[in-house]
């Protein structure tokens, strides 16, 4: 029988957080590499939806393919590429804007919070962020992936990929595998430090509330003991009414494999939660900084695994592309 495929990726489009890690690389790495044929994709054509330097999406790039591997994603279990090395995606993601419409790419919500943040830039909104996710569409389908393993801020648009899988199929033939979203069971969405009522976002403009993957331990520490907290000064799990304090319990749960209301039952004060949470995080990250400091050093086997990687995507994304192509009479 078939193993298990699974597909997820990054976007290069600043340096990866805590957030990418807890509600997505960390299982890829401990889980879904293991149990599936695993693709982990650096999605760099995504980095263009929004204003972007090329050398610095070329570095970020680099940097997200070798903050994969630091992780412990390992190119003898699983394929890890870059997504603009597979002309696939590309070639799919104009089929799928041939079966979206219009309004279902205007509902999503992540599209009106990032053109609402360029417009508000000054910036222009690219044409692509409305179409982005006809190309995550294509990311998944293009290799009959049944799970897609990420945070919760993805789920509307893998519910949008479902859709057009489902339609594409009853319009022109089975084609596509129909895929589903899985989420982490905690911190699904990590918020941002400063604001807990918005995600943490690795392009956000003020980063005091995003620890970043590559955070010096101090930096990382003083990120954490500044988190905002909420009113009130008894610790309670509650992600309604207490974002703040709800938030660094599930980062902690997360980073020792606790329970969150569990944890929130042995903390008389939010400044012993946030020093155990931030000393769990360097701790955890640990491993992870000096894994990537070695792997940079050598950026040449970093393109070799990419190369590889790119090949065998190529070879799986193929044959199903060219029969959406046919299906749709092309
Ligand atoms: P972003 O650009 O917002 O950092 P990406 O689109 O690159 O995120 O997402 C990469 C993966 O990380 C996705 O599976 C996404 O759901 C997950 N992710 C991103 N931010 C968070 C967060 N704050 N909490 C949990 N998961 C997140």
């Not at 790419?105 to 599209?111: H, L, P, V």
């Not at 290799?143 to 897609?148: C, D, F, P």
């Not at 509330?209 to 509650?238: F, I, N, Q």
Request: charge should be neutral; charged fraction near 25%.
């Amino acid at each position: 029988t078939a193993r298990t495929r699974i597909f997820s990726g990054v976007q290069p489009t600043g340096h990866l957080t805590l957030g990418n890690y807890l509600g997505a690389m960390r299982r890829w790495v401990e889980v879904d590499q293991h149990r599936a044929e695993a693709l982990f994709c650096v999605v760099d054509l995504h980095a263009l939806t929004v204003e972007h330097d090329p050398a610095r999406l070329r570095r970020l790039s680099r940097q997200a393919a070798t903050l994969l591997l630091a992780a412990g994603l390992d190119p003898e279990l699983c394929t890890v590429f870059a997504q603009s090395r597979v002309d696939e995606h590309v070639r799919l993601s104009y089929l799928m804007e041939c079966t979206a419409s219009d309004g279902e790419m205007r509902r999503m919500i992540q599209y009106k919070e990032k053109a609402a943040r360029e417009q508000a830039r000054g910036g222009s909104v690219r044409l692509s962020l409305l179409t982005y996710p006809a190309l995550m569409a294509a990311d998944i389908l293009a290799y009959g992936a049944q799970e897609v393993p990420v945070g919760e801020d993805q789920a509307q648009h893998v519910e949008l990929t479902r859709d057009l899988a489902v339609r594409f199929n009853q319009r022109y033939g089975a084609t596509f595998v129909v895929p589903k979203a899985t989420h982490p069971a905690v911190a699904a969405r990590v918020m941002d430090l400063q604001e807990p009522t918005s995600k943490m976002g690795k392009s956000h403009a003020r980063t005091a509330g995003v620890v970043y993957l590559l955070d010096e331990p101090e930096v990382v520490r003083k990120k954490v003991m500044r988190a905002v907290t909420d009113g009130g000064s008894e610790v309670v799990y509650d992600r309604e009414e207490r974002p703040g304090v709800a938030n660094l319990l599930d980062v902690l749960a997360a980073c020792t494999d606790g329970d969150p209301e569990r944890l929130a039952e042995g903390y008389s004060s939010y400044g012993a939660l946030k020093k155990d949470t931030a000393e769990a995080v360097v701790e955890m990250l640990r491993p992870v900084r000096s894994r990537h400091a070695e792997l940079a050093a050598d950026p040449s086997a970093v393109d070799a695994v990419l190369r590889a990687g790119a090949e065998r995507a190529r070879a799986i994304a193929r044959p199903r592309v060219d029969a959406a192509y046919q299906a749709m009479g092309l």
